[in-house]
């Protein structure tokens, strides 16, 4: 398992669907996952240190998790079929047993950056779908990747936040 960190959040600007970007400790790797609004806005919250005036879902997920005495250990992306990744998250209690949590990366990715727990990827799931940022022969596409991810701004998910802000008082 290789241990990964939130690059940022971008926006794929054929489909308009947010993606969260990991990249390693050495910057040698980025993992672009594509990932649902909410969990890109959650993503985003934290990122920005934004708060809002009732807990959202990842923030709820953390208090239960508390309140039921464990903590948050890691979270790893273990595996990856057909394009759709998979990851689990570990809980360790003092005093009680271990346990393990199936998840989506990006809700794993959410509660993770809320806690500053270590996110880790595994092998197979980073040669599936990772760029390399420091290849010579990739170094255009490496540069262009590193360029994209750092012209990102929250502005640019204003709209994508309000349109699904109002989606969910909709409902």
Partial sequence: MIEMKVMGIALDTRTGSPIVVLHDKENRRALPIWIGSAE???????????????????????SIIKKTGYNIAKVEINDVEKETYYATIFLEGEDKENIEIDSRPSDAIAVAIRVSAPIYVSAKVLSAGSVSTDSAKDAQEAEEFKNFIQDIKPSDFTKLLKDKDHHESDQ
């Fill in 40 to 62: 890109a806005s959650s993503i985003i919250r934290k990122i920005e240190n934004l708060s809002v005036a009732r807990p959202m879902t990842h923030d709820l997920i953390l």
